[in-house]
């Protein structure tokens, strides 16, 4: 489930105020102002979703991957905003009526995106039902419905001995469902991030930035207040007398704290829902104890790291020198399946070397375990004569909990090897192929705890 913080309407009128110091003029070198990613196929993971929808392969695509998923987001945020930038710099009306239409089409068209399927709030759920799927558990994405201006966006029509079946096989995953959806929102705005230095776009995605990063901020704060989960986890347990109808856990946050701490409570122990009918799902401030709340209000207080950024502030890139060398960084604070990762993320430019690069921090109650992310991203190869290929190697090599245990001190080998390869049949065209393999251990965007290969194939549009 997911809040609608009424704070949106506040940062949306705070960047009015931004908007002059975004504006700018592009790179007369060039990149590709617009990168429309599609992942058409994503293995294994499809085929996990083949068997839990049940109605054959081309079944498994109503239930998304996280790859998937965030590159439709992606792509959706970014040609919003590229249409509102070319409209910007090309229309020959007045510019006071210009830039009054741009600055709208920007702060509306966010908004209006977050409860549109294929938008950021679409994506927090499909992060959700990204982990159900992996266990066969079906669900229905509540921002299918077009829900405009509604507080409350469930993922409903889950039956309570899916969840039951979760919590016994694994725990780790049951925690990390329910921080999930933030998860996707944070990937989404590092792929806008991205995009806009390395191929120096420079579109106004800072309207997204904002909201989501604010939003995600409030909803933490808000599972850990007993005025907002006590109150409206009751009206929501008084109206939602079938169990179809009911989310799969209500307050992320506060459902996640409650099963960080108890990874061996049957899911069952939960009691009886209010009506007599089901389990009773939703967590409140009442359910934790003086401990685990006081854990919840500190994650609020770690997610303030995520302001630390000069790309959410306008600046996409930042010379380093005389030389052409280019970087910026951003801080990310994500709840995990075993506590939190504080990351600092760094980007480099320099000619045709873009680097990524990351220190990761994960922390669980008492304990701490670094790691370190190193990316290579679209380096150009000639294989033979005019042929071009893009090459994006990607490592992780660190250390995580044992078996992703939040009371542990015993540390675990991360190690995760991706490359992709995009093939440029022409400038606007590129078939990619993603390989991933990593051991056990969580990594954000990829749906797996345990070890696990993966392949995605799909094909990136390029303008």
């Known amino acids: 489930m997911q809040m609608k913080a009424k704070k949106l309407l506040f940062v949306l009128l705070i960047t009015f105020f931004l908007t002059p110091f975004y504006l700018s003029a592009q790179s007369s070198i060039f990149y590709p102002r617009l990168k429309l990613d599609l992942p058409l196929f994503d293995f294994p993971y499809q085929i996990d979703a083949m068997n839990t929808v049940g109605h054959g392969f081309f079944g498994s695509y109503v239930n998304p991957s996280m790859n998937q998923s965030l590159a439709l987001a992606t792509d959706l945020v970014s040609s919003l905003n590229f249409g509102m930038q070319y409209f910007y710099e090309n229309s020959k009306i007045n510019e006071r009526v210009k830039g009054g239409l741009y600055i709208a089409g920007l702060g509306f068209g966010t908004l209006l995106i977050s409860y549109l399927p294929g938008g950021d709030g679409w994506l927090h759920e499909e992060y959700h039902r990204a982990v159900m799927t992996h266990y066969g558990i079906n669900s229905f994405n509540g921002m299918n419905l077009f829900p405009l201006g509604a507080e409350i966006i469930s993922v409903d029509h889950i039956k ?10 694994s725990p780790a995953d049951m925690v990390r469902l329910q921080a999930a959806g933030i998860e996707g929102e944070y990937l989404l705005i590092n792929n806008l991030q991205r995009n806009n230095f390395f191929y120096e776009q420079q579109l106004p995605n800072y309207w997204l930035y904002w909201m989501v990063t604010v939003n995600s901020h409030f909803y933490i704060y808000m599972s850990a207040s007993p005025s907002d989960v006590d109150v409206k986890t009751a009206k929501m347990n008084m109206l939602e007398t079938k169990i179809a109808s009911r989310d799969f856990t209500g307050f992320d946050m506060t459902g996640w704290v409650y099963d960080l701490f108890r990874p061996n409570e049957p899911y069952e122990a939960r009691g009886v829902h209010p009506s007599g009918v089901g ?18 209000i500190g994650q609020a207080y770690l997610h303030f790291v995520n302001y630390l950024s000069p790309m959410l502030y306008g600046f996409s890139s930042i010379p380093l020198g005389n030389n052409g060398l280019t970087g910026n960084f951003a801080m990310r604070h994500l709840l995990t399946s075993f506590g939190s990762d504080i990351s600092s993320l760094v980007f480099l430019k320099y000619g045709d070397l873009n680097f990524a690069f990351a220190l990761h921090n994960y922390l669980n109650y008492k304990n701490y375990f670094p790691a370190i992310e190193a990316e290579l991203v679209d380096y150009p190869f000639h294989l033979t004569g005019d042929f071009l290929m893009l090459f994006s190697p990607r490592i992780i090599i660190g250390m995580q909990p044992e078996n992703q245990k939040f009371k542990t001190g015993t540390p675990e080998f991360l190690g995760l090897f991706g490359l992709r390869v995009d093939f440029v049949i022409s400038q606007n065209f590129l078939p990619f192929v993603d390989l991933t393999a ?14 696990n290969v993966s392949c995605r194939v799909g094909v990136s549009f390029r303008f």
């Open 160 to 169: 309570d001995k899916d969840l039951v079946r979760l919590k016994a096989k």
């Open 279 to 296: 389990i009773n799902r939703y967590r409140t401030t009442k359910d934790l104890t003086d401990k685990e709340l006081n854990y919840l």
């Open 438 to 451: 990593k051991t056990d251990g969580w990594v954000a965007g990829n749906v797996y705890l345990d070890k």
